[in-house]
């Protein structure tokens, strides 16, 4: 008697990413067998002409990336997946893929910022223009949606500054005129925020981050709806796009831990988060999963939990100070890129065109990665010792950088 097969889209989100796609597993293995290939052989002329055979070259696909593929559609709740070698090649290629010479795109003005040359130089040459929006445009998006519009762009939360899109609102408004809706879900990585459910059409995300986990590989993958994939599926076959098979594997396996790290990652960071809204160097804690934290009544809304990147804008204070802050972090590194399980800090001055932001305190941002949350604690606090000491004393007149980031005002 065979076993019936289970409706995998009723399983819990761990169960999901610890099991996806074995089915590719040979011979008992529990993991894959990871296929370095090019050529793929042919049995006889027909089937060289034919070409029927479910693996017929190396960048069409192989077990390893169609066990990937798989598990990332999955795990988004997608129709089908596709995979590069990096998150932003990902996004290049779905943006190709849905506009041509004469179409208009809206973009969100909190996008990681190197979609902005993608936009700014690429497509403005091809004949793409490029709209930025406002992240909390709400209702106005209608407004900006012109007849050519074809692509509205969301990212939830924005890059940096953290604002909470409304997502089911934005894409009916999209549907409505006609457009598509892809969204940059990096940030829950898929797990914590089901962008299929809420409306979206396409789904990018820099794997790279937490799906791959571990801070040793680039990567990148495109979720399409049922409706949108062939029409991404020619441009990522035009543009030669795939990825390397280790870090197909490297991917694969970070994400049968997402559910386990993601929890952690999320606990430990409100943990520090909260930490910080106590403490009086800072101003404001960016971090939607903190109650009457900006964005907090949308992210409960549509989020089923919180990674662990978040950002914070300190009371004003000199470069210096916030050097001596940072410099002397043992726990926290400096450095782009998050997702991994080590604890990052960088300062960040946001690259906005149509939001407003007024000068005050420098602005920082967090990745609380696996580390005991206390250990991490201690370590900011000692960091703000040196911020105070290296501050001018009461009285004097403190001064903000001219280079200081931004806070929002509008
Ligand atoms: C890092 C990042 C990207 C780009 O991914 P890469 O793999 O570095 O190319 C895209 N979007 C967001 C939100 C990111 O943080």
Known sequence: MSKKPIDRSKL????????AARAYN??????????????VTFEDVEALKNRKQPYVYGRRGTPTSRAIEEAIAELEGGFACKVSPSG??????????????GDHL?????????????????LAGLGIETTYYDPLVGEKLKGLIKPNTKI?????????????????????IIHEHGALAMIDNTWSAGHFFKAFDHGCDISVQAATKYIVGHSDAMFGSVVCSEATWPQFCEMYEIMGQFAGP??????LRGLRTLDVRLERHQKSAIQVAEWLRGRAEVETVLYPALSNAPGHA?????????SGLFSLILKPASDKAVAAMLDGLELFSMGYSWGGFESLVVPFKPHRTVTQWTTDGPALRLHIGLEHPEDLIADLDAGFKRLNNASPAKGQA????PDAPFRRTT
């Open 152 to 172: 509205v762009y969301l990212e939830c939360p924005g890059s940096q500054t953290m604002e909470m899109q409304d997502v089911p609102l934005l894409c009916k």
């Open 106 to 122: 809206l973009m969100v003005d909190t996008v990681y910022a190197p979609v902005r040359d993608v936009c700014d130089r690429l």
């Open 398 to 401: 403190e001064f903000a950088s």
């Open 298 to 306: 949308i992210w409960k809304r549509d989020f089923t939990g919180a």
């Open 12 to 19: 819990k989100a761990a169960t999901q990413v610890a099991t």
């Open 26 to 39: 040979e011979h008992g293995m529990v993991n894959p067998a990871v296929y370095h290939a090019s050529t």
């Open 88 to 101: 932003l090649a990902a996004i290049t290629t779905a943006l190709l893929a849905f506009l041509k010479s």
């Open 246 to 251: 280790d870090d197909m594997y490297l991917a």
